[in-house]
């Protein structure tokens, strides 16, 4: 089969290249799936330049120990292991993968959930990822209320713009933090005003917040904790800073320490790939609380591009690659 390979660390355009590879097959509690879309994320990035260090530990210390990189995937399955029971052959499926940048790939049963009609099949590749992570922050980690204040920095991004929008599922009051040439998207989301990063500081409105999705990492801790209210939450969504041995690791684990100190919140999280997380998104979405932001839907063959673009910052929302 056809497939984005790499055979080294790097960054995305010095290593992916377009090759032939096996077609996977499923284990016991594992799906193939024929892809037809997979999105691109900063996680994807990461085990493609495998950085920082320590993501070496867990996928390959050397060269990837998965040629085929990509996490989000739409498609439809058509070959499930012996221990697969809510899934069959010929299922319109969204979710997590393992190397979702080629014609099939296999993916954990418990991480692929059915596609409702409701839910586009570009738009389902898109979700998962991003979207997992964005409800979990919002609404399991901040725990957003009703008539709250809240601040996403990053909100023209693939997890920041699910999170303006979940949060205002939530009843929130949502300020969303980006550039002034991502302001009119990041508005299309339904938020209630726009900080633009470069020309305006974080408390440029004069108000406190309840809580703060950071999905940058570019500010530093004591800036974000200035405009959080006295007990407010800040939840730090990965980092994207940092040096090379555990990049934004280090800040995250600071602000876990000085939270012990602080009538302040301040948690860091790994998302739980669940299967009722992207329910919950398909469901979101149905009722239409939320709608995946497309900036981009390019061929597979544009991985790489795909993948620096969105290191240079200059995507927006979720970018897509057909198969």
């Not at 399955?77 to 010929?90: F, M, N, Q, T, Y």
């Not at 000085?258 to 992207?278: D, N, V, Y």
Request: charge should be neutral; proline fraction near 4%; hydrophobic fraction near 45%.
């Amino acid at each position: 089969m056809s497939a984005i390979t790499q055979d080294r660390y790097g960054e995305a355009l010095e290593v992916l290249s377009t090759g032939r590879v096996p077609v996977p097959d499923p284990g016991a509690d594992e799906v193939l799936i024929e892809v037809a879309a997979a999105g691109v994320d900063q996680g994807t990035w990461h085990l493609v330049a495998g950085m920082p260090l320590v993501v070496r530990l867990g996928f390959g210390f050397r060269r990837p120990r998965n040629p085929v990189p990509g996490l989000d995937v739409s498609g439809t399955v058509v070959k499930c292991g012996e221990e697969v029971r809510d899934l069959a052959p010929g299922d319109a499926v969204f979710g997590i993968a393992k190397g979702s940048f080629a014609q099939y790939a296999v993916a954990k049963a418990t991480k692929i959930v059915k596609r409702p009609d409701s839910l586009p099949e570009l738009d389902a590749a898109g979700l998962a990822v991003s979207g997992i992570t964005a409800l979990q922050a919002v609404r399991d980690v901040a725990r957003v209320s009703p008539g709250e204040r809240v601040l996403v920095v990053g909100a023209s991004g693939g997890v920041g713009s699910f999170a303006v929008q979940i949060a205002k599922s939530q009843g929130a009051e949502v300020v969303g933090v980006c550039s002034a040439g991502k302001a009119d998207f990041v508005r299309s989301l339904g938020v209630d005003d726009v900080i633009d990063y470069r020309s305006e500081s974080l408390d440029a409105r004069g108000v406190g917040y309840d809580a703060i999705i950071d999905t940058g990492g570019a500010n530093p801790l004591r800036a974000l904790r200035s405009v959080l209210t006295e007990r407010g939450r800040l939840v730090i969504v990965g980092a994207e800073t940092g040096g090379k041995l555990i990049g934004g690791v280090d800040r995250q684990l600071r602000g876990v320490l000085l939270s012990m100190f602080s009538r302040q919140t301040i948690k860091t999280f790994i998302a739980a790939e669940k299967g009722e997380s992207m329910t919950v998104l398909a469901d979101m979405v149905d009722r239409g609380d939320v709608r995946v932001g497309l900036g981009a839907t390019r061929p597979l063959q544009e991985a790489a591009a795909a993948i620096d673009d969105l290191r240079a910052g200059r995507s927006r929302g979720k970018t897509v690659l057909t198969v």
